[in-house]
């Protein structure tokens, strides 16, 4: 076994709350979307929005031409496609339309990039082909940017993976029309063959294809079976989302130049898997490629917050074997010089009251203490760390302490305050404050705060274990809390989804767990509510979630 063949893992680890009843999608638009398309329609992968700016917003559906225009098929004839905005469901009022022509070279999919919208402001759009409409979705565009508003609010999830469960959380995002936008911090889908994560016996629904996602085709096919999963049509449809990727759009572990699950002599170039990853994903997704075609970009809500969003994939070096002195190596990096240079700056210029920075892996150092020895197996599995003893995640910031040790150090040194990142990627759900010096602290004082959602569906411990959820895992809580006062909170087996409210005063997040994972109505409740205020760079409870 070599060094990078140790730090394999299913990535991903999170916590989560739920609210706590199975509210009725709201409206007719997620209803709509919630039923889903039939099969002679064009339109059969649903509608999305997504990066809301505060004259406008990204578009998106597919269309069908022809029973042969299947995804990934790169067949059927190019359609010109209709779209329209309007500010009312019933389309009396049209503020905006224009036309697409798509082709299979675009397998089929279509953006708009309106503008000319009216800021803060909900709209409800459709497209239209070969005498159909679309369904209809609903979207919102972002405040102006000398605005103050009073809050903004976020769905937060991370870590769909289809073959573990049902995508709950996505149903009762969409039913949440309060929201501003979802944040999808990565892993939207995973590259693996069906049954290799879970184990076949455990698989809720199989994957398609079945094997193992390695070129343009196959990256295709599989977006388009997430486009057709009913909470994700429902989601898509009544929020705006924000994505950024992690590593399974690509593959396990993905760096610049491979990843651990990518073995050149069987599977070829990774140079050309991952371009052809890359062009599935901005087809597929509602996200505009920003710098050198990758997903780090800015966006801004009025004068609460800049949202800072990360490309923590197409930059950065391999991964260094756990325990190694190379994650101090100040030439290794994750985030790759420019991009490193774009955040700092980004935050220094920052006047917003808020800096959040999404960011697809955990920033927070962790140091795991000691572990009982019925928990090395299922968290060195789902942290990629060696299973005779526990050491550091090497795939999280804790492999690049430069970058990290650089990024703190300008927070402190430069008095920026109010920077909370964002994370998803390690299926637990964590509340951090982030030290410079987690060794010292709380001599040490933090200089940003961290909250950590839970994965959608992909397996955490008592899933690897196949135990009741929050027994066996507590002793883990324990000692990784013991060993890192920084940590406030941590669920090692909840699923579920976050809501993150921006205030003037305050930042809280308010995690929600489902009921069961294999059950496509499972319920939603509250696990647990935390919140940074104004000025504090510290985590504290909230009593309540956000009003």
């Given at each position: ?8 893992r ?21 209803a709509h ?35 042969s ?9 190019a ?8 500010a ?23 953006k708009?990039d309106?503008?000319?919208?009216r ?6 759009y ?39 469960g049902?995508?709950?959380p ?6 949440r ?26 698989v809720?629904?199989p ?9 343009l085709?196959?990256?295709r096919i599989?977006?388009?079976v997430h486009?057709?999963d ?7 449809a009544?929020?705006?989302v ?21 073995q ?5 170039s ?35 917050a800049?949202?800072?969003?990360l ?23 994750i ?10 700056a ?11 920075v ?6 927070s150092q ?18 990629g760390?060696?299973k005779?003893g ?7 910031w804790?492999g ?5 040790r650089e ?19 390690i299926?637990?759900a964590w ?13 040490t ?34 000692a990784?809390?013991a ?46 509510s935390?919140?940074?205020r ?12 956000a009003?």
């Amino acid at each position: 076994m070599t060094d990078h063949d140790q730090i394999s893992r299913r990535t991903a680890v999170t916590a989560v709350a739920a609210t706590a009843a199975l509210l009725p999608l709201a409206g007719a638009t997620a209803a709509h979307a919630q039923q889903g398309p039939g099969q002679g329609s064009f339109f059969q992968h649903g509608v999305a929005s997504g990066d809301p700016l505060p004259d406008g917003v990204l578009l998106w559906t597919r269309v069908t031409p022809d029973p042969s225009a299947t995804p990934g098929s790169g067949r059927g004839p190019a359609t010109e496609v209709a779209w329209e905005v309007s500010a009312d469901k019933g389309f009396g009022t049209t503020v905006a339309r224009g036309k697409v022509t798509t082709s299979a070279a675009h397998d089929h999919t279509v953006k708009a990039d309106v503008r000319g919208l009216r800021p803060a402001t909900t709209y409800y759009y459709r497209f239209t082909a070969g005498g159909q409409h679309s369904p209809v979705g609903r979207t919102r565009t972002a405040p102006a940017h000398d605005a103050a508003p009073g809050n903004v609010r976020f769905g937060v999830v991370s870590c769909a993976n289809w073959e573990s469960g049902y995508f709950s959380p996505y149903r009762h995002l969409a039913a949440r029309t309060e929201l501003d936008a979802v944040l999808h911090l990565g892993d939207y889908l995973y590259e693996y063959k069906s049954g290799e994560y879970p184990d076949f016996k455990y698989v809720v629904r199989p994957h398609s294809p079945a094997h193992e996602l390695l070129t343009l085709a196959d990256y295709r096919i599989r977006h388009g079976v997430h486009k057709t999963d009913p909470d994700a049509l429902a989601m898509h449809a009544t929020h705006p989302v924000i994505a950024i990727w992690d590593d399974h759009e690509f593959a396990d572990n993905a760096w610049k130049g491979g990843a651990v699950n990518h073995q050149p002599d069987t599977e070829g170039s990774w140079s050309a898997r991952m371009a052809a990853a890359k062009q599935a994903y901005f087809e597929w997704m509602p996200v505009r490629p920003s710098v050198a075609g990758t997903t780090y970009r800015r966006l801004r809500f009025g004068n609460l917050a800049d949202l800072h969003l990360l490309d923590l994939r197409s930059f950065r070096d391999q991964q260094a074997a756990p325990g190694s002195g190379a994650v101090d190596d100040p030439g290794r990096t994750i985030t790759g010089r420019a991009q490193l240079d774009w955040l700092k700056a980004g935050l220094e210029r920052s006047d917003t009251a808020w800096r959040l920075v999404g960011t697809s892996v955990m920033i927070s150092q962790v140091a795991f203490g000691s572990i009982p020895a019925r928990l090395l197996g299922p968290l060195a599995e789902i942290l990629g760390i060696p299973k005779e003893g526990l050491a550091i995640n090497t795939d999280q910031w804790d492999g690049y302490t430069d970058d990290r040790r650089e990024l703190l150090s300008h927070l402190s040194d430069r008095g920026i305050d109010n920077t909370v990142f964002l994370t998803g990627d390690i299926h637990m759900a964590w509340a951090n404050d982030v030290p410079l010096k987690a060794a010292t602290y709380p001599a040490t004082p933090p200089v940003a705060t961290e909250f950590v959602v839970t994965s959608v569906t992909s397996d955490n411990v008592d899933d690897f274990l196949h135990v009741a959820p929050h027994t066996v895992s507590l002793a883990g809580v324990a000692a990784i809390r013991a060993a890192n006062r920084h940590v406030k909170w941590l669920d090692m087996d909840s699923h579920g989804y976050g809501v993150l409210d921006v205030q003037a005063e305050r930042t809280q997040m308010d995690y929600y767990g489902i009921s069961d994972k294999t059950d496509p109505n499972a319920t939603s409740s509250l696990l647990r509510s935390y919140r940074t205020r104004s000025g504090t760079q510290q985590i504290e409870r909230a009593d309540r979630p956000a009003g």
